[in-house]
């Protein structure tokens, strides 16, 4: 419990409602050198005790829901991307050009899932578009993994060096992340703010975020298991992309579950945003820090547009220090962090059993929200909540103490599956890992095509 104790705190949390909590210990659940079981168990139990702490809330029963967290059904969660099949078809995962490279003194880490990732690294590298895997392998072979990493990022593609642990604690980023909390939140104003309608906890499946608007402009992983958790928990939840960037059809699966999908150019559909802000209660945003601030989308010019709004932000490295304004990925940061070094072995890069820092920080901004709600309940006030992965990563090789094998056998995934049918055709996918008494077990409704919906609240 000493885990879910820490990230508790980190959101808020009162430490009286953590015997609220009952753990289900697996061993077997996500093996690794570092301590991911324990980190994944403290996100999710710290997320499905801040919903149970708010549906406690809107029902006026001021008794707090039993939370139950069961690592089994945790590391299914965790592999949500991994075990999802599309009509049986099993996931594409990562592009040949996402992966380790040896470099003239070291190894460096790619990602070029999307097409224009793909474009800026093969620019940056001076390749043809149409360059091979062999043809890349020898550019990086030529050439220092610090120099591979600040060619690529500024042109905007994405390449980290790999760093031990001792590398990373030395580098400036580093120590500006370790400064801050593992969640950051602040309270912007004094707004009043919507009163939530009272929850009936007799029909149907208690659901604390009924009600609530939230406008989903996030990508990837992280953002989109935070709002499929808000979805799961009853809100309304507009997912809002540029029609020029299309999410991974895989990806938009596996995380679209509960939302819907709306195209919008912020620039030609500003009057279309600002009518949906109006009537937002959460908006979430995943894109680089900065990279929304051109368009009035920083956290006080929203507030100040919408008093009352809860700002939820996650990014890779943190909206501070050298990185602050720089894209990440799961991989970029485990390979920057030391934590491929850690998890590697024979002289090379290794991985977590899943991608842990998405997944984890991605319930840390689901539970953040929920608490600032319930905060918000009593105290009123606009509120920032930020989550980084490289805050994550700081979190999970520093302060979560070792993880002792124990606990009944990790029987494997296959009872945590469901199959569901919808427009996307019949799919597989994982059950909801966040459990309380009365809560839902399952989302209201599939992932539709992405972009297919109208971009305005039901």
Known sequence: MTE?????????????????????????????????RRLARACVGACALAAAELAARRTGSGEVPGVRVDDGAVAAAFHSERLLRVDGRAPALFAPLSR???????????????????????DALDLPREATVERVAGRLAALSAPEVEDTVCAAGGLAVALRTPAAWRAHEQAAEVARRPLVERERLDAARTRVLPPLDPHTGPLLPAAGLRVLDLTRVLA?????????????????????????????????????????????????????????ADVVVTGYRPGALDRFGLSPRELAARRPGLVVAQVSAWGAYGPWGGRRGFDSLVQAATGIAVTEGSAGEPGAL????????????????????????????????????????????????????????????????????????GRLRHTRPAVSFTGGPTDWARPPGRWGADPAHWQ
């Open 4 to 36: 879910i104790k820490s990230a508790w705190s980190a959101v808020g949390g009162d430490r009286a409602l953590l015997p609220r909590v009952t753990t289900v210990v697996r061993d077997g659940a996500l093996p690794a050198r570092l301590p991911v």
């Open 100 to 122: 380790f490279w040896r470099t003239a003194d070291g190894w460096v880490r790619t990602h070029a899932n999307y097409p224009h990732h793909r474009v800026r690294l093969l």
């Open 223 to 279: 953002g989109p298991v935070a709002t499929r958790t808000l979805a799961l928990l009853g809100a309304d939840v507009l997912r809002l992309d540029a029609p020029w960037l299309p999410e991974l059809p895989d990806q938009h699966a596996d995380t679209g579950f509960g939302k819907r999908s709306a195209t919008l150019d912020l620039a030609a559909g500003r009057d279309t945003f600002e009518e949906l802000l109006g009537a």
């Open 353 to 424: 059993p899943a991608q842990a820092l998405d997944h984890g920080t991605g319930y840390l901004l689901a539970a953040a929200v929920l608490r600032a709600l319930t905060e918000q309940s009593y105290e009123g006030g606009s509120r920032l909540v930020r989550v980084a992965l490289a805050r994550t990563a700081h979190w999970l090789t520093t302060d979560i103490g070792p993880d002792p094998a124990e606990g009944a056998p990790y029987p494997g995934p296959e009872d945590r599956l469901a199959s569901t049918d919808g427009p996307l």
